[in-house]
């Protein structure tokens, strides 16, 4: 039936029916989110107003970013198990370089007792961007180093990224062996709030109390940041020559290469990309919580979280298929989860259960297809 | 070398190409050459080479001596890519297509084309469907996965791929296999296209009656040599067929018993699979070696998993001595009696890195244990036993089974199986790559464990072992049973001739490739 359908000429509505059988565990994750959210902003008693958002935007947008990282490496049908460790070690670094000292602070480490300095890091607003840059840079550069592992070494992803996020967390313990250092407040305030606090802080829009900017300033930051990264970040990558070849990496590695494509640079872009996303994931959480941690708890617990989100969110572990914009709600509807406890007052000890729980059906659903095998033996290869 | 080729005006040229595998002859001083503007088939037995030969020209292997020459220029192409630059694109048997993408995205994956450095999906979609609509099968939306597509559009969307990289000399390796005859139409009309615009078409394909459709001429190869070109007409479908087989080799084969009544072990009825399997019946009886013949991929690998319990929805009859069995798994299919060596014995057959004695009781643990335990006793008592009947040479039996030969390897998967007494045994393809001593005692295995009772059913490759091994051989084509051949009828050119479905058996001439 379908077949006639098709020979029609591929009408508009073929096509939409396609994208959306194609999506279809993107648009589950999507709608799944919109139903819990609107649930929990139905019970919560602040529902729907600005400082709900603001407050959810800034618990979202770590986790949401690490979701982000760890698509890339499984869409190539590898597995990243550092970008917590990145994500740490990148906060780490925020801590001293987004201080905001006025002149500019001193740089200097205590290692096994010796007392080195290394220069002033330049302070003001361009000091500010530089600390950006430099932190975002690093956590590429994690990447790169993951990627290069992966390929000239020739070692599975997994067990190289275990390696390396080890080596990651001991570079964030020798910056921080204890929590401290400090964000600049304004830093801190503009990221992490709405809109209009943002044009407030930085002096835009008269300090954001243009009239045609009201109808936009409750938008919360992290929100706006995450959209402005999907956008200017992902989609192009998603578009670009190397972004289609880490989809055929994961989906037929041998026709890839049949096909004449670069297979080791998309492995080692996918793995970059995974470091700059979990970078931006540590920069924020360095920026929200003003100071840098070397948490390793804190680290396994992202690195696994981001992996239920990227099976929340649609994507294949086997790779090949998927999207970073699902893993981004697969790791909202985790956190709305924890939402959740807070607003029914619910024993937060049970929250790993439901994780697990939720996660389980999310997995159960994507193997379905399982069941469609004709030859057994396929499900071993 | 007979019936040289004329090679003035030659686009692709290959003289003196040898390719060994380990130590293996796949190639042999190989003289070849074809021209614009003609479509050149070529033909020969499972092994002949053919595969090699194109996977040289197109750059997926390198040959080890010899040179090739493309438009009067030498040449030398390290990977495919390589060889698509220059114009020479194959189309393979095994797919390149990646699954989870888009027809679109399938078909224009070597060079997309681009808007600001970033894939234009639009003009990639029409790209893929004027490509597409050039074969005329514009029924295939390029948004489609090619996941969900049959096997017969994929093979489709293949060619329009190959398509867009602007051939100048196609390669076509059994690329018609899965397509529907409506579909094989429009890929004829094509070629002729092509071969008008005066591209080079080499063409390999097991259907004699595609070559004799297609071709305006043909070569021979066999045994990693060139044996014959010539053109349309020259050759009768007989005399090609002669020019197919011609092997040196003798083997010895165990003597076959007189043939006496047999009482049925394993018989079926209509069996079907998804279109890969076609109605069926076969008997073997107790006793028996029943060889499945043909060409490579017409349904016999898909007949041994179906009886083993490893393809799922499939519709017929399958008795063992009178009792339906239903198999769902191989665990069903084992406790029925079935053995199976299979066919990757490095992947299916072994646990490589396991030692040899657990490989050969992984089957018959039942046997050897007490309650839930293994009983140390009994293991070594059976692994010597298995070792000692097959006479496989081990160093110890807690090596690693990846630490054996090839044969002894397959030794220890046959030995494994035997230990479970089945009644019946499934043997897929077990002597490739395997040397000629291991093979005879093999061949001298399979005779003794039918005259113990056993009733086997033996796929190979090689027909002559077939003809020395088999009480009894069906040929397969397309999913069918074309035809048993028995006694006096068990003949290389029958098992040709069954195998390329056509009846050569008619007196030479009149099967002629249009005269």
């Known amino acids: 039936m379908r077949q006639r359908r098709l020979a029609l000429g591929p009408s508009m509505l073929d096509d939409v ?341 939720i996660l389980l059906a999310a997995v159960s659903i994507g193997a379905l297809g399982v069941l469609r095998v004709r030859n057994t033996l396929e499900l071993f290869r | 070398m007979p019936g040289a080729v004329v090679t003035q005006g030659a686009f692709l040229e290959l003289s003196g190409i040898s390719k060994r595998y380990a130590g293996v002859r796949a190639l042999e001083g190989v003289d070849f050459a074809c021209e614009r503007g003609k479509i050149h088939a070529v033909l020969g037995e499972n092994g002949a080479g053919k595969s090699t030969l194109i996977k040289i020209i197109a750059g997926v292997v390198q040959p080890d001596a010899g040179s090739m020459r493309l438009a009067g220029s030498d040449v030398s192409f390290a ?22 993408l888009s027809v679109a995205d399938n078909v224009s994956i070597a060079s997309p084309p681009r808007r600001f450095g970033l894939i234009d999906a639009r003009a990639q979609r029409r790209r893929a469907e004027q490509l597409l609509a050039e074969i005329g099968c514009e029924d295939v939306n390029p948004l489609m996965r090619v996941r969900d597509l049959p096997l017969s559009r994929r093979q489709i969307v293949e060619i329009a791929k190959a398509l867009g990289k602007k051939p100048q000399l196609l390669i076509l390796d059994e690329a018609t296999s899965a397509l529907t005859s409506a579909d094989v139409e429009k890929v004829y009309a094509m070629l002729a296209r092509l071969k008008s615009e005066g591209v080079a078409i080499l063409y390999i394909s097991h259907r004699m009656h595609e070559v004799e459709a297609l071709a305006d001429r043909a070569s021979v190869f066999r045994n990693g040599r060139h044996i014959e070109t010539f053109d349309k007409g020259r050759r009768s479908t007989a005399e090609i067929v002669q020019l197919m087989i011609g092997r040196d080799i003798a083997t010895q084969y165990p003597p076959k018993p007189a043939r006496t009544s047999v009482k049925p072990m394993l018989a079926l009825d209509n069996l079907s699979w998804e279109g890969r399997l076609d109605r069926i019946s076969l008997r073997v009886g107790a006793g028996e070696i029943v060889g499945l013949g043909g060409l490579d991929g017409q349904g016999q690998k898909s007949l041994l998993l179906a009886l083993f319990g490893v393809l799922r929805g499939i519709s017929g009859r399958v008795t063992v001595e009178d009792r339906e069995v239903r198999p769902g798994s191989p665990a069903v299919a084992k406790s029925a009696g079935i053995a199976l060596v299979p066919e990757d014995r490095k992947t299916e057959g072994l646990m490589l890195p396991m030692s040899i004695s657990d490989n050969l009781v992984v089957a018959s643990l039942d046997a050897i244990s007490t309650g839930p335990l293994v009983d140390r006793a009994k293991e070594s008592e059976a692994v010597k036993r298995a070792i000692a009947r097959l006479q496989i040479k081990i160093g110890a039996a807690s090596d690693a089974v990846s630490t054996l030969s090839g044969g002894n390897q397959q030794k220890v998967v046959l030995a494994k199986w035997l230990m479970t007494e089945p009644r019946i045994i499934l043997l897929n393809d077990p002597t490739r790559g395997i040397d000629v001593g291991t093979k005879q005692e093999l061949y001298r295995l399979m005779r003794e464990l039918a005259d113990q009772g056993a009733a086997i059913l033996f796929y190979s490759t090689d027909y002559d072992e077939l003809i020395g091994c088999c009480d009894r051989v069906a040929i397969m084509y397309d999913g069918r049973i074309v035809r048993e051949l028995e006694g006096d009828e068990l003949t290389e050119t029958n098992i040709i001739a069954s195998a390329l479905n056509i009846d050569a058996a008619a007196p030479a001439g009149t099967g002629a490739v249009h005269a």
Not at chain 1, 65 to 91: C, E, H, K, N, R
Not at chain 1, 95 to 110: I, R
Not at chain 1, 214 to 236: D, G, N, S, T
């Open chain 1, 17 to 357: 029916a396609i994208r959306v059988r194609q999506n279809v565990g993107i648009v589950t994750a999507v709608l799944l989110f919109c139903v819990l959210y609107v649930l929990y902003n139905l019970a919560h008693p602040k529902g729907f107003s600005s400082a709900v958002l603001v407050q959810n935007g800034d618990e979202i947008f770590a986790l949401a970013m690490l979701a982000m990282a760890q698509t890339v490496p499984v869409l190539a049908s590898g597995l990243d198990l550092s970008v917590g460790a990145v994500m740490t070690m990148v906060g780490c670094f925020a801590s001293y370089l987004l201080t905001g000292t006025a002149g500019g602070a001193p740089l200097h480490l205590d290692i096994f007792g010796l007392h080195l300095s290394l220069g002033t890091f330049p302070g003001g607003i361009s000091g500010i961007l530089l600390g950006i840059v430099v932190c975002l840079a690093i956590g590429a550069l994690a990447g790169l180093i993951n990627g290069c592992v992966v390929v000239y070494g020739r070692i599975q992803p997994i067990i190289a990224t275990l390696a390396t996020g080890a080596v990651y967390i001991g570079i964030a313990l020798f910056l921080r062996p204890t929590p401290g250092g400090k964000i600049d407040e304004d830093l801190n305030w503009a990221l992490t709030n709405s809109l209009g606090d943002f044009a407030a802080t930085v002096h835009i829009f008269d300090d954001g109390a243009a009239s045609w900017f009201a109808p936009v300033a409750w938008i919360p930051v992290p929100f706006v940041l995450l959209v402005l990264i999907a956008l200017l970040v992902w989609v192009p990558f998603r578009r670009s020559v190397l972004g289609r070849a880490v989809y055929a990496v994961g989906s037929a590695e041998g026709a890839a290469y049949m096909s004449g494509l670069p297979i080791d640079r998309a492995k080692i872009a996918a793995f970059t990309l995974a470091g700059f996303f979990a970078g931006c994931g540590g920069l924020f959480l360095a920026i929200q919580t003003s100071s840098g941690n070397a948490d390793i708890p804190q680290a396994g617990a992202y690195t696994l979280n981001s992996i239920a989100s990227v099976v929340i969110g649609g994507t294949s572990l086997l790779g090949g298929t998927g999207s970073a914009i699902g893993s981004i709600f697969g790791a909202m509807i985790l956190r709305v989860i924890s939402f959740f406890f807070r607003i029914f007052d619910i024993a937060p000890l049970l929250q790993p259960l439901f994780e697990g729980l």
């Open chain 2, 79 to 100: 990977t495919p890519s390589a060889a698509n630059a220059a114009g020479v694109v194959c189309i393979f048997q095994e797919l390149s297509l990646m699954p989870d």
